[in-house]
């Protein structure tokens, strides 16, 4: 798994452009450097501007959470908090707003589940938290897990496309037409 903090390092200081981030920052956020550190997402796995204006950023975790930091501060609430286990290589691999996100509200996820396979849900954003999570894709074969997955993307004929990663010779990565 490719490390996030100089992802989140970039996303912070390029948005500090736009939005007028504090420099502040809460026990649990740290920024020192450059770097961000969270003491309580040391997993975490994908991050992304909330795209309604709020400044909130979003910060998916291996462990199932979502950290909301606004201004600067990691929210007591998680947007959402998936259960998973960390021994089995389970957990939340991808995230990605809806480009329609203004009127529906829907943010997606890609994750690890239990017994070796993969799943795409979504969570509605009501009142900053995520409610009625609905399976979009479930039940793909994921080999041995080993993170390579979990990249998610609307594309400009607002589809939502996916990579699984290599599955670990279950498949070979190069053929798109595999199923």
């Given at each position: 798994?490719?490390?996030?903090?100089?992802?989140?390092?970039?996303?912070?200081?390029?948005?500090?452009?736009?939005?007028?981030?504090?420099?502040?920052?809460?026990?649990?956020?740290?920024?020192?450097?450059?770097?961000?550190?969270?003491?309580?997402?040391?997993?975490?796995?994908?991050?992304?501007?909330?795209?309604?204006?709020?400044?909130?950023?979003?910060?998916?975790?291996?462990?199932?959470?979502?950290?909301?930091?606004?201004?600067?501060?990691?929210?007591?609430?998680?947007?959402?908090?998936?259960?998973?286990?960390?021994?089995?290589?389970?957990?939340?691999?991808?995230?990605?707003?809806?480009?329609?996100?203004?009127?529906?509200?829907y943010v997606y996820f890609f994750?690890?589940?239990?017994?070796?396979?993969?799943?795409?849900?979504?969570?509605?954003?009501?009142?900053?938290?995520?409610?009625?999570?609905?399976?979009?894709?479930?039940?793909?074969?994921?080999?041995?897990?080993?993170?390579?997955?979990?990249?998610?993307?609307?594309?400009?004929?607002?589809?939502?496309?996916?990579?699984?990663?290599?599955?670990?010779?279950?498949?070979?990565?190069?053929?798109?037409?595999?199923?």
């Amino acid at each position: 798994m490719r490390p996030i903090a100089p992802w989140l390092a970039l996303a912070l200081l390029t948005a500090a452009r736009v939005h007028a981030q504090p420099v502040e920052t809460a026990r649990d956020l740290e920024v020192q450097e450059g770097w961000v550190t969270f003491a309580t997402a040391s997993d975490a796995t994908r991050m992304g501007w909330v795209p309604d204006g709020s400044g909130r950023l979003f910060v998916a975790t291996m462990s199932g959470k979502v950290l909301v930091v606004k201004n600067g501060v990691v929210q007591p609430t998680p947007f959402i908090s998936e259960s998973f286990n960390h021994y089995d290589q389970e957990g939340l691999l991808g995230m990605t707003f809806d480009p329609n996100f203004a009127s529906n509200r829907y943010v997606y996820f890609f994750a690890a589940m239990p017994g070796f396979t993969l799943q795409i849900f979504r969570y509605t954003d009501v009142g900053g938290v995520g409610v009625n999570r609905t399976v979009i894709v479930g039940g793909l074969p994921a080999g041995v897990l080993d993170y390579d997955g979990g990249g998610m993307a609307f594309g400009p004929d607002g589809m939502l496309y996916f990579g699984v990663g290599t599955l670990q010779g279950l498949r070979s990565a190069d053929v798109l037409t595999d199923a």
